[in-house]
């Protein structure tokens, strides 16, 4: 029996299956959590919680990954130079260094000036010793790779540092965009490259030595070696990953599948089995890349969603916390600290009375940002475990209030973690799901319905009404923005019909109802708990697949291999023949039908030659062809341009 070993690693949880390979059966599967500060940790105690000996058996091992997406997120990796041939950054650039130099080419793919190497030896000698790799991006470049390739050669004489072309990530045009994915990809490199290198380690070490594949972020496998060369490509894998185990599982096509975890709930469409892709590619952190990626839509609310009381009223999430019945089911002390009389007497804390603090991290770590004497202060009071805020005041003779403004500027810096109320608790009083201690879970109901002057019960019944309403607020904003259209439920709360729609407690003359014609997918380990409500709010047909907790490491394990590469061929600007625009190189030819026979021949080539090096013995060829023409005045039509498509899928190759 061949098999498949998937891992998930997600903001909270790391989740891992096997399955038997042709029938996509689950044989085993186990969650752990999540490791940020190494997530190496959490991927060896995901495989050693599926309690599985046979691991000389696993044919081939498949991964999505956080990893990029964060580094992206928190300006992690090494440090770049970026030059750009032919044109000026539009805006700010994720790297310390660049330069422009001249050259670059028209949309025809004609040069506009020669390239300068004059001046790119001396933007190199001004890098020399500052920078880790470097990044190539030349105006149109996708029309014409010459001056980026030509640029390639005189880097890699002059430094011996790794260099990446835009031309060679993306097919797209626009020049800061693509300027930005180059740059993120080289920074990226040391990244990935490490952390592959510990990961086989860590499979190694467990007897697995199958081949080791990454989900893209389009839902396609890619090889270890393909995400050394280009890590960007797998930046928001794990959504992606979703998708894929969500199709699959449910047997839906056509749906919209929704996943929630511990830290956001993603939701996506998809159609025909493949989902939608932004067509703008992705936007991570801020920058907006090149990258094709499933066009997904993420909201801070999952299980570990931080539930306070603000101004008299309930706020869920963004951010992340420890639940309350899991900190204290590892340190019980925590329940005897909440239950504090004294805390329990306060109606009206300016602070959440539930909140502890948990050192996660050292401050040694911290070089070139010290502590100030505050921060070391609260530090070594939870340097061995947490304690409720309340505790860490009485220890330091401060008010609650003020180790709390403390206590935030650690948490940005992820030195420290809070442990709070969160969706996991109320089920845990709910009694929906009662893996960790249901004491704490209700001692926190009942501190913070003190404060919010209600009964826990009422505190309960707000707090399920919220999070079932703002999860129907996602579905509903997601498809409005996926249709193309502004409207913001948020900013239209007010409105009449919005409100009746939404609002499942109002008791008036007249309701609104909504009903979702697509079906809806939900897939996490939370969704089970709530969905269903959210399903009854908004009348859609709801589909909770078996696995549904482990569906991303399924969707990883379950993934195929995808390459695509599309072309464009223009007429030759002033002048008789067409043009043939391929990813690496730009030709001419007397007809049109001589130049798409060598684009389709030559994409053909390529997207084979990277699926055979994939393992894939027979992949499938799927080819596209659309040629635009636009109307003159006289009723006559001219040709534009042809656009190919070739499109390969196949199976990984497994062990």
């Known amino acids: 029996m061949r098999m498949v070993l998937g891992i998930d690693t997600g903001g909270t949880y790391t989740d891992g299956v096997i399955i038997e390979s042709g029938s996509e059966k689950i044989l085993r599967k186990a969650k752990a959590r999540t490791t940020r500060d190494d997530l190496t940790i959490g991927i060896k105690e995901c495989i050693d919680n599926l309690q599985f000996e046979q691991f000389d058996q696993i044919s081939l091992v498949a991964l999505s990954t956080t990893l990029a997406t964060n580094a992206i997120v928190e300006g992690q990796g090494c440090e770049v130079g970026v030059i750009m041939i032919g044109g000026e950054p539009l805006d700010k650039l994720p790297v310390a260094h660049y330069a422009v130099i001249g050259g670059g080419h028209d949309p025809g793919g004609l040069p506009y000036e020669p390239l300068d190497e004059e001046w790119l030896l001396q933007a190199l000698a001004g890098f020399a010793g500052k920078v880790a790799a470097i990044a190539i991006s030349g105006f149109c470049s996708v029309r014409n790779p010459e001056h ?64 080791l594949m990454i989900v893209r972020s389009d839902g396609s496998l890619m090889t270890a070696a393909a995400a050394r060369e280009k890590p960007v490509e797998t930046i928001l894998t794990g959504p992606a990953a979703s998708t894929v185990g969500a199709c699959t599982l449910s047997g839906q096509n056509d749906a919209v599948i929704l996943d929630m975890g511990g830290t956001t709930t993603d939701i996506a469409l998809i159609t025909n089995g493949s989902p939608k892709l932004n067509p703008e590619g992705a936007v991570v952190g801020g920058w907006h890349t090149r990258v094709k990626a499933a066009e997904i839509y993420t909201y801070g609310l999952g299980g570990d969603s931080y539930i306070q009381v603000k101004s008299k009223k309930l706020a869920i999430g963004p951010e992340r916390v420890l639940p309350l019945c899991y900190a204290a089911c590892r340190y019980p002390h925590l329940i005897e600290e909440l239950s504090s009389a004294k805390l329990t007497a306060e109606m009206f804390a300016p602070y959440q009375k539930t909140d502890c603090l948990m050192l996660v991290k050292n401050s040694n770590d911290q070089a070139g940002w010290p ?64 893996l960790w201690s249901c004491t704490a879970a209700e001692l926190g109901v009942s501190l913070l319905a003190d404060q919010l002057s209600v009964h826990p019960e009422e505190f309960i019944a707000r707090a399920v009404d919220q999070i079932t309403g703002d999860l129907a607020v996602a579905i509903l904003q997601s498809l409005i923005k996926m ?117 389709t021949h030559s994409a053909r080539e390529r997207v084979c030659s990277h699926l055979l090096a994939a393992g894939s013995d027979n992949p499938e060829i799927r080819i596209e062809r659309k040629d635009i023409v636009a109307a003159c005045n006289q009723g006559d039509e001219f040709f534009v341009e042809t656009i190919l498509r070739v499109i390969g899928a196949g199976e990984p190759k497994l062990a």
């Open 371 to 434: 502590l100030s004497p505050e921060e070391q202060e609260l530090i070594s009071v939870i340097q061995d475990q947490p304690h409720s805020i309340y505790y860490i005041a009485r220890r330091l003779e401060s008010a609650p209030s003020y180790v709390n403004r403390t206590a935030t500027s650690l948490i940005k810096r992820s030195l420290v973690t809070r442990i709070a109320l969160t969706p996991t608790d109320i089920l845990h009083v709910l009694q929906a799901y009662t």
């Open 148 to 211: 980026e390739l030509r640029a390639k050669e005189i880097v890699k004489m002059q430094l011996k540092v790794p260099v990446v072309c835009a031309h060679e990530l993306t097919t797209t045009l626009g020049f800061y965009q693509r300027t930005v994915t180059a740059a993120l990809n080289a920074r990226l490199l040391p990244v990935i490259t490490e952390w592959l290198d510990v990961i086989e380690q860590a499979l190694t070490g467990r007897g697995i030595k199958a081949p």
């Open 483 to 599: 249709q193309g259209h502004s409207f913001n439920i948020k900013e239209n709360r007010h409105n009449i019909f919005v409100q009746r729609a939404l609002d499942t407690r109002a008791n008036d003359y007249f309701t609104c109802n909504i009903r979702i014609s697509a079906p809806v997918v939900a897939i996490g380990a939370p969704v089970q708990a709530w969905l269903p409500q959210v399903g009854a709010r908004l009348n859609m047909e709801l589909h909770i697949p078996e696995h549904a907790e482990v569906a991303n490491a399924f969707g990883a394990a379950a993934a195929k291999l995808l390459e695509r590469v599309e072309v464009v061929i223009k007429p030759v600007p002033y002048g008789n023949g067409f043009s043939v625009h391929l990813p690496w190189e730009y030709k001419t030819f007397a007809t049109l039908e001589t130049a798409v026979a060598y684009a």
